[in-house]
């Protein structure tokens, strides 16, 4: 293949940003030592460690007491879940989340059920935009421990209201957790939360680096045997060089959120309007306004959303699915299906700094020919 490969699948994971790099490389001189010892190295180490959570507190505008790192985004959704159920098992054992939530915040509700809790699912509308008045509902019936909201879609985009919904939440007295794996160093934080947790490669930094940020007065209780590292909210030792790369990307990524906006959410209309003109049979799903400025999800009809994947590698473009019908799983993503949308041939766009004009109009000039060649293949002409 002569054409390097167009990487777009941000909304997995970003190219290590290269301050990311730049801090890791230099980290990992001097952050070795374990941060809870008192000899020279480990001092040291704790100053690397202190540094890092003070600047991601600044660049988050929360307390540096109310950040733990973890050692991933999944870790810190499980232990935001079911430790904010503990703390306020009194209240009751109910946990109200959306329909669209990550597989992390949907399999801790699992657990939570399996030990005789309750979830109740919220739904979303079409453009996977949450019913709020199912939820405000939802919100004060009795015995609600926990409210779980993703702030915007990983898999279409759709920014969800969680101003408003947070409010139905401080009236009902429930506390809310925000998963803001998408959102933290692409955009503001919305406001009303209680527990939020975020995912360093989202943003460019190092995988295995996760946050959790527990507001001061939230009632939570980790769900982790006890361990005296990181407040007592996350047992282990901590990757410390990824932490810090973590930290130092988060502030790069933040400081250039606004411009990496303007640049990227025109292109991501391009590809909006463009795919739904050129390639018959296809709807662009997700919120057309309220949406992440980097992402887009789209079906094709008549399409192998496996296939289209392996067809779109093959010619150097790295894309996702929030698929439908591939031979591991064989059912379609659970936030298509709580939309009510086409999960066929679904494929999701994610650009990062790293991605130009040219990446997208060369993935726009091929990917019709590839859906129609297909179509062809499983004996769909004519469209």
């Not at 946050?211 to 590292?229: H, I, M, N, Q, Y």
């Not at 906006?261 to 590809?271: E, S």
């Amino acid at each position: 293949m002569s054409a390097s490969p167009v990487y777009l699948d941000a909304a997995t994971a970003a190219p290590l940003h290269p301050v990311a790099r730049q801090a890791l490389l230099a980290a990992l001189d001097d952050g070795w030592a374990d941060p809870g010892k008192l000899y020279t190295q480990a001092r040291r180490a704790r100053q690397l460690l202190d540094a890092a959570r003070e600047a991601t507190a600044q660049t988050l505008g929360v307390r540096a007491d109310e950040i733990s790192f973890t050692p991933s985004g999944t870790t810190a959704a499980h232990a935001a879940v079911l430790g904010g159920l503990a703390g306020r098992r009194r209240v009751g054992s109910i946990l109200v989340h959306s329909a669209i939530e990550h597989s992390a915040v949907l399999h801790a509700a699992e657990r939570h059920v399996a030990g005789g809790g309750t979830a109740t699912p919220v739904p979303v509308d079409r453009l996977g935009r949450l019913d709020l008045a199912v939820w405000s509902a939802a919100v004060r019936a009795p015995g609600v421990a926990l409210a779980a909201l993703i702030g915007a879609s990983h898999e279409v985009g759709t920014v969800q209201p969680v101003p408003a919904a947070a409010a139905e939440c401080v009236d009902a007295g429930v506390p809310l957790y925000v998963d803001a794996a998408q959102l933290v160093g692409r955009a503001p934080l919305p406001a009303g939360w209680s527990v939020l947790t975020a995912s360093a490669h989202k943003w460019g930094g190092p995988p295995g680096v996760g946050l959790l940020v527990v507001r001061k007065g939230t009632r939570w209780e980790s769900p982790f045997p006890a361990d005296e590292r990181e407040s007592g909210r996350t047992p282990g030792v901590l990757n410390l060089p990824a932490v810090v790369a973590a930290a130092a990307s988060l502030r790069a990524a933040a400081a250039d959120a606004a411009a990496e906006t303007a640049r990227l959410a025109p292109l991501v209309d391009r590809i909006r309007a463009r795919v739904a003109a050129e390639v018959p049979d296809v709807e662009v799903v997700g919120d057309p306004v309220d949406r992440l400025p980097h992402l887009v999800t789209f079906s094709c009809l008549y399409v192998d959303g496996e296939a289209l994947l392996h067809a779109l590698d093959r010619r150097g473009f790295a894309v996702s699915s929030g698929s439908s019908c591939t031979s591991s799983t064989l059912r379609p993503s659970h936030v298509l299906e709580a939309m009510g949308v086409l999960s066929h041939g679904n494929i999701r766009v994610s650009l990062h700094r790293e991605t130009t004009e040219t990446d997208v109009e060369r993935f726009l000039a091929e990917l019709p020919g590839i859906v129609a060649d297909l179509r062809a293949q499983a004996g769909v002409t004519g469209l």
